[in-house]
């Protein structure tokens, strides 16, 4: 299937052929035609899927085709998403494939100050991109309605959810009208966000992508055994001693992600950081400087990274490993951007053995040990008895007390898969509780407490969103789009079924 075959209007033809795209992603591919039929969507799946364009391209083309006025403070399409990055992103999004179209724009965000997005709203927008926060905090001032909402796009639901914003997104839902299209977005389904979309979604179509195993293939992954106290050495070990042009550099705090970069610079490797309590101009700066060659090694937490689109990453190093196994295939999804093979390893030190085996377990293959390096523990991993959470069971062909080793072969790795049990979203949301920036309960506090919408978004959010803004560094996220690479993806498309309570 190519752009031509889903009937969208000219200009989006040729802004989207302009950027390089000449083949749907499986999302587009399966998405675009039911929502230009007014569908409802609930789309499961990740940044990197070509989701932006699977909702924005449709809305594009029925923007034009049925031009009306957006009345004063109101807008005829929101996106709801749950950082100011992404916001930015889509916004930027809206105007690249919306190049040739004469729609107006309006993006709402904290951190900043409000008076341009108020005067931007104050004669009404076509498409209004926002975090929850400060267009709650707007709409409470008068400045912005929903009520004349023809599309409705809930971005990053997980996300949401994960940040706290739950009853902000309830709030912003309760004051659109009833009659709308609505799309949402999430990468995974908790209970919580499943009970939204069928609260929220009229008889939707679902669509499902799961780039996981395609992208995890790609990328060559190794683990290196380490005490805690050496980790430190070992990185700097690894940057001076191989050939690593540009490294993302994964650490679970954000106090240990300025002890990295501390270490890295007083050793003379270039490095910088990103994490939420870092300004977003601090943020910016850093991705600018990480995206010009200007440093080698971008340190960032999980949240800080989520979204962004960073370029031609070579190396993803997991300084820490993460509680949650999904957040290692995102991490290290950052090297294999566009059908490239990247490199990713992983320290592991004793206490997060069984946090590699709910890796494993998730991205269903082994990850190859890598014992030769000066830092290497030959201590084995603990045993399942002792460190798998119960009712997880212990998996077949993968000897408890196996001793750490040289790199195993692929075919070593694929032996035994067979009959390990798979996991399941079940199984991962069972996996230990997240310790990471922006947990609900602090977002929580913080919006109890009044402090303003800028700093929840600022500070527990973090950047989800991709590139530092694509607005601020032109398109070099399109870049490998420009090569008629797509995102890869596995898709299901199934039809589900649900009815919208209003
Ligand atoms: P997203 O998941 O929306 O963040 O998109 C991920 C990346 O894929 C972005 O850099 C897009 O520019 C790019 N992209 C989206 N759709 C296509 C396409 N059909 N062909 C090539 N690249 C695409």
Do not use: W
């Amino acid at each position: 299937m190519d752009f031509q075959t889903l009937k969208l209007a000219k200009p989006i033809q040729t802004a989207i052929l302009n950027l390089g795209y000449t083949i749907p992603t499986p999302i587009q591919a399966q998405a675009i035609p039911p929502l230009q039929e007014g569908r409802d969507l609930l789309g499961i799946a990740q940044t990197g899927t070509g989701k932006t364009a699977a909702f924005a391209l449709p809305i594009l083309d029925r923007l034009h085709r049925d031009r009306r006025r957006a009345r004063p403070k109101g807008t005829r399409v929101l996106i709801l998403t749950p950082t100011r990055e992404l916001a930015s992103q889509i916004d930027a999004s809206f105007r690249d494939y919306g190049k040739g179209l004469t729609l107006s724009r309006g993006v709402i965000f904290g951190g900043v100050g409000q008076n341009p997005q108020v005067r931007t709203m104050s004669r009404g927008v076509d498409i209004l991109t926002a975090t929850p926060g400060r267009l709650l905090d707007l709409m409470s001032q008068g400045h912005v309605r929903l009520d004349s909402v023809e599309v409705f796009v809930l971005d990053e639901a997980d996300r949401m959810l994960d940040m706290g914003f739950i009853h902000d997104i309830r709030r912003v839902i309760a004051t659109l009208p009833a009659k709308r299209q609505t799309l949402l977005f999430s990468a995974t389904m908790p209970p919580e966000i499943a009970e939204l979309a069928a609260g929220l979604l009229s008889d939707p179509i679902r669509v499902e992508v799961t780039p996981q195993a395609t992208t995890v293939e790609r990328i060559d992954q190794k683990v290196l055994y380490v005490a805690k106290a050496d980790k430190r050495r070992l990185l700097q070990n690894l940057l001076e001693q191989h050939p690593i042009p540009r490294a993302l550099v994964f650490t679970r705090t954000k106090h240990g992600a300025d002890q990295v970069t501390k270490h890295l610079e007083k050793n003379a490797i270039s490095a910088t950081c990103i994490h939420g309590n870092k300004s977003q101009g601090a943020r910016e700066r850093a991705l600018v400087s990480f995206r010009n060659h200007e440093v080698r090694v971008l340190v960032a937490t999980d949240i800080a990274a989520r979204g962004i689109d960073f370029p031609a990453v070579s190396h993803v190093i997991n300084f820490d490993l993460p509680h949650e196994p999904e957040s290692y295939v995102h991490r290290i999804g950052r090297t294999a951007r566009a059908g490239a093979e990247g490199a990713a390893i992983s320290f592991c030190d004793p206490e997060e053995r069984s946090l590699l085996r709910d890796i494993e377990r998730c991205i269903r293959q082994s990850v190859p040990v890598d014992a030769a390096h000066p830092f290497h523990t030959d201590a084995g991993p603990a045993s399942p008895a002792t460190k798998t959470p119960a009712g997880r069971g212990s998996r077949p062909g993968r000897g408890g007390g196996r001793v750490a080793g040289p790199t195993r072969t692929r075919e070593e790795v694929g032996r035994g898969r067979g009959d390990r049990p798979q996991a399941s979203r079940g199984n991962q949301a069972a996996a230990s509780p997240p310790a990471r920036e922006g947990t609900p309960g602090n977002t929580r506090d913080k919006v109890r407490t009044g402090v303003p919408s800028s700093d929840r978004e600022g500070n527990s959010a973090g950047p989800r969103g991709h590139r530092p803004t694509r607005a601020a560094t032109s398109r070099s996220s399109m870049g490998s789009a420009s090569t008629g690479n797509r995102p890869a993806a596995n898709t299901r498309n199934i039809e589900g079924k649900s009815r919208r309570q209003k």
